[in-house]
């Protein structure tokens, strides 16, 4: 069964950088597209990027749009996520998951529409001074 892991999180300042990581294992990443969802303390998940599986169409929601990145290194199964000019309001746990379905901008946030299996532990990311 497949599984992610994901790393990379930390505290900094506003306007400071991160790069998460997910590191997939025991299933064929290079054929599924992948997202990253966080979620704030007291909030529900939020979907906030999008990539499909050959790495050439990306999505993300329009509070991350010109600061986050999304890619991906099919051939070290790994996702990775780029965060540029961090806000307070990025706080949260970062997971990276498998949708069900492609989406075509505007993608899901329920649990319900990823895989699952493909549910790490998650990566915290505190945005504060």
């Not at 069964?1 to 294992?25: F, I, K, M, W």
Request: net charge neutral; charged share 20%; hydrophobic share 30%.
């Amino acid at each position: 069964e497949g599984q992610v892991v994901e790393s990379g999180g930390g505290l900094v300042q506003p306007g400071g950088s991160l790069r998460l990581s997910c590191a997939a294992s025991g299933f064929d990443f290079s054929i599924y597209a992948m997202s990253w969802l966080r979620q704030a303390p007291g909030k529900e998940l939020e979907w906030v990027a999008y990539i499909n599986a050959g790495g050439s169409i990306t999505y993300f929601v329009d509070s991350v749009q010109g600061r986050f990145t999304i890619s991906r290194d099919n051939a070290r199964n790994t996702l990775y996520l780029q965060l540029d000019s961090l806000k307070t309001e990025d706080t949260g746990k970062y997971y990276c998951a498998i949708p069900k379905r492609h989406c075509f901008g505007d993608c899901p946030s329920r649990r319900d529409d990823y895989y699952p299996w493909g549910w790490g532990q998650g990566t915290q990311v505190t945005v504060s001074s």
